[in-house]
């Protein structure tokens, strides 16, 4: 990943550990997938993903609360450049159905601009309104 919403996950064989390493690279850059992070800190909504009998949840915090998650997907996570995040693992607890199925919890991230194109709605930024009720109430 490049710490800013893109990365992805790939696995290889090979008769060296080396060629089986740049299998995997290579499987991995052929499927990466790339997510927009709100505040370029944390995901737009709660996401689930399932692999075998794994089921990885995903939910978004508030700014300063860090990743509270297992040591898989927090390293998933730092590798998107998510900071803020919250999660919890149900099920089977294999490392390799862990990363598969954060990953496929990932595929089905959508931005609040993509939300709002389904729907036919237009994005106020409520931030700013409030900002500007703020100063007028001073």
Same mark, same amino acid.
């Given at each position: 990943?490049?710490?800013?919403?893109?990365?992805?996950?790939?696995?290889?064989?090979?008769?060296?550990?080396?060629?089986?390493?740049?299998?995997?690279?290579?499987?991995?850059?052929?499927?990466?997938?790339?997510?927009?992070?709100? @505040?370029?800190?944390?995901?737009?909504?709660?996401?689930?993903?399932?692999?075998?009998?794994?089921?990885?949840?995903?939910?978004?915090?508030?700014?300063?609360?860090?990743?509270?998650?297992?040591?898989?997907?927090?390293?998933?996570?730092?590798?998107?450049?998510?900071?803020?995040?919250?999660?919890?693992?149900?099920?089977?607890?294999?490392?390799?159905?862990?990363?598969?199925?954060?990953?496929?919890?990932? @595929?089905?991230?959508?931005?609040?601009?993509?939300?709002?194109?389904?729907?036919?709605?237009?994005?106020?930024?409520?931030? @700013?309104?409030?900002?500007?009720?703020?100063?007028?109430?001073?």
């Amino acid at each position: 990943g490049n710490g800013r919403g893109t990365g992805g996950v790939g696995t290889g064989k090979g008769s060296t550990p080396r060629k089986a390493l740049q299998a995997a690279l290579r499987n991995a850059k052929r499927d990466m997938l790339s997510i927009k992070l709100y @505040e370029n800190r944390t995901i737009f909504h709660d996401l689930t993903g399932y692999h075998n009998n794994c089921k990885v949840l995903l939910r978004a915090a508030p700014a300063g609360m860090g990743i509270r998650a297992g040591k898989v997907v927090v390293s998933i996570c730092d590798v998107l450049g998510i900071r803020d995040c919250v999660s919890k693992v149900f099920g089977r607890q294999n490392k390799y159905s862990q990363v598969l199925a954060t990953f496929k919890s990932f @595929e089905n991230h959508r931005s609040i601009d993509e939300i709002g194109r389904a729907r036919g709605k237009t994005l106020l930024d409520v931030n @700013e309104i409030m900002r500007e009720k703020r100063v007028a109430m001073r």
